[in-house]
């Protein structure tokens, strides 16, 4: 019974791994690969002047494997919007775009950015060359990564409103 425990989570985990990667995110699906892609292609979390290349799941998936579960189940409806073909078209991803945009603001949010914090850290930043009095008052201002960093590596959604992009 143990060994099928260990065979069955390993599998869990490997799938989990899987679909951490790339080539499933931005490569398999239409919509990843034709709107979003080419934004995350333009940012410096793809090419920048360390050479330090970020991948889909390094920003949206949690490393801890329960979180990184709940995660992946949740996606589970945008593999269904892909097979499904929710985003075909430009105009199609443009209306669904400030939607997805405010659900992962939201959670970076709630988990105080803990994917940004996993490669950034204010104790290992060159202060000298940043806002030093902002990022070290972000924490007494209530304030997480995003809120001041949306659009760091995938344009913010077109809206007649700009006041939506506040919550």
Aim: aromatic residues 8%; glycine residues 4%; hydrophobic residues 35%.
């Amino acid at each position: 019974m143990l060994f099928c425990g260990i065979i069955v989570s390993s599998v869990v985990e490997i799938g989990l791994e899987y679909t951490n990667t790339e080539e499933f995110c931005a490569d398999a699906c239409h919509s990843m690969n034709a709107f979003i892609k080419p934004e995350w292609a333009k940012s410096a979390h793809y090419e920048n002047r360390t050479g330090v290349r970020t991948i889909c799941s390094d920003c949206h998936v949690p490393k801890s494997f329960f979180p990184k579960t709940v995660a992946k189940v949740i996606a589970a409806k945008d593999l269904f919007h892909e097979i499904i073909g929710t985003m075909n078209t430009r105009e199609e991803f443009e209306e669904r775009h400030l939607l997805m945009a405010k659900r992962v603001w939201n959670k970076m949010r709630k988990t105080d950015s803990r994917e940004c914090r996993n490669c950034h850290t204010i104790e290992h930043m060159a202060m000298d060359e940043q806002l030093t009095f902002q990022h070290n008052a972000v924490p007494e201002m209530g304030r997480t990564c995003i809120d001041c960093h949306k659009g760091i590596a995938h344009s913010l959604p077109k809206t007649e409103d700009l006041t939506l992009m506040k919550n």
